[in-house]
T-cell receptor
Framework: DGGITQSPKYLFRKEGQNVTLSCEQN?????MYWYRQDPGQGLRLIYY???????QKGDIAEGYSVSREKKESFPLTVTSAQKNPTAFYLC??????????FGDGTRLSIL | KQEVTQIPAALSVPEGENLVLNCSFT??????LQWFRQDPGKGLTSLLL?????REQTSGRLNASLDKSSGRSTLYIAASQPGDSATYLC?????????????FGTGTRLTIIP
């Protein structure tokens, strides 16, 4: 079945540590997105990529980094510079202008 | 900057009732508007997408309307069921020279009481 796989489902970060969230899709979509969701809030865009080897900052990119070396993969690194990383992270993909398909998310917490 | 608002933040209704969820947006220059469903701890499932040239879309017991000029959309759920309990989010897609982005509302948490 085609879809988006995010891993791990739960992740814990120590102080000063970088962590990487995985997002893989087999839908052959060109565009991929990373969102952050805080309790009681909507989704906020962190980074997005319309094509391999290209990506753009979203509204809250500070403290995060991404890469897009393969069409299927769009990993997100939460760096130590992100001082409030506890949140639910969602990855999505789409054809341009078409509805976005979402993964099941990764919940990141601080130890 | 586009802002999307959903009121109320939470809603509880008895099973079987019809209900309406509201979504408003500040910039009417949109490509489309989507309604999503989110179950606890899960990702989003797209329910309905309305193009900017359309007035409404229907899928089963769901009907979404769009009034672009007034910056409003509604999601109508008929004959509600306990399985409809979830958070419903609306999002607008607005043009940005090939880098179109979705802007989400904060959601309405719906509880259907058996």
């Amino acid at each position: 079945d085609g879809g988006i796989t995010q891993s791990p489902k739960y992740l814990f970060r120590k102080e000063g540590q970088n962590v990487t969230l995985s997002c893989e899709q087999n839908l052959n979509h060109d565009a991929m997105y990373w969102y952050r969701q805080d309790p009681g809030q909507g989704l906020r865009l962190i980074y997005y990529s319309q094509i391999v080897n290209d990506f753009q900052k979203g509204d809250i990119a500070e403290g995060y980094s991404v890469s897009r070396e393969k069409k299927e993969s769009f990993p997100l690194t939460v760096t130590s510079a992100q001082k409030n990383p506890t949140a639910f992270y969602l990855c999505a993909s789409s054809w341009r202008g078409q509805p976005q398909h979402f993964g099941d998310g990764t919940r990141l917490s601080i130890l | 900057k586009q802002e999307v608002t959903q009121i109320p933040a939470a809603l509880s209704v008895p099973e079987g009732e019809n209900l309406v969820l509201n979504c408003s947006f500040t910039d009417s220059a949109i490509y489309n508007l989507q309604w999503f469903r989110q179950d606890p701890g899960k990702g989003l499932t797209s329910l309905l997408l309305i193009q900017s040239s359309q007035r409404e879309q229907t899928s089963g017991r769901l009907n979404a309307s769009l009034d672009k000029s007034s910056g409003r959309s509604t999601l109508y759920i008929a004959a509600s069921q306990p399985g409809d309990s979830a958070t419903y989010l609306c999002a607008v897609l607005h043009p940005n020279f090939g880098n179109e982005k979705l802007t989400f509302g904060t959601g309405t948490r719906l509880t259907i009481i058996p």
